[in-house]
């Protein structure tokens, strides 16, 4: 039986590992689809210039891998999985970076539902 968060008898923890994990294999999509993304870079068609790629790995190869951390934000999240996978980021470095960021945000989020709700 699925439980809402709402409901008074929901297994927290089944809800937390259920998002995070949700919201890495989201990630993990778009990773991939930089890296396969990867493979057409010298056509005309390819939506990044050589110039612009180079320009998105100096920004992050300045900040370094620890930016993946900021993965769950709203609007920058997306882009920053892809341009880990277009960057040829090592896997298990993006996951060990993502999960932390994304099981971060959902340890609030249930952490402020308990307190507000409890």
Do not use: C
């Given at each position: 039986?699925?439980?809402?968060?709402?409901?008074?008898?929901?297994?927290?923890?089944e809800?937390?590992l259920?998002?995070?994990?949700?919201?890495?294999?989201?990630?993990?999509?778009?990773?991939v689809?930089?890296?396969?993304?990867?493979?057409?870079?010298?056509?005309?068609?390819?939506?990044?210039s050589?110039?612009?790629?180079q320009r998105?790995e100096?920004l992050?190869?300045?900040?370094g891998?620890?930016?993946?951390l900021?993965s769950w934000?709203?609007?920058?999240g997306?882009?920053?999985?892809?341009?880990?996978?277009?960057?040829r980021?090592p896997?298990?470095?993006?996951l060990?970076?993502?999960?932390?960021?994304?099981a971060?945000r959902?340890?609030?989020l249930l952490?402020?539902?308990?307190?507000?709700a409890?």
């Amino acid at each position: 039986m699925i439980l809402a968060a709402g409901q008074p008898d929901a297994p927290l923890l089944e809800l937390f590992l259920a998002a995070t994990a949700g919201n890495v294999l989201g990630a993990v999509v778009n990773f991939v689809l930089g890296r396969f993304l990867l493979r057409f870079e010298h056509n005309r068609w390819f939506p990044v210039s050589p110039a612009n790629r180079q320009r998105a790995e100096a920004l992050f190869n300045r900040y370094g891998r620890l930016v993946l951390l900021f993965s769950w934000l709203p609007v920058i999240g997306d882009p920053l999985t892809l341009a880990a996978g277009l960057l040829r980021t090592p896997l298990p470095v993006f996951l060990l970076y993502v999960t932390i960021g994304k099981a971060a945000r959902y340890a609030v989020l249930l952490w402020a539902y308990t307190t507000l709700a409890g």
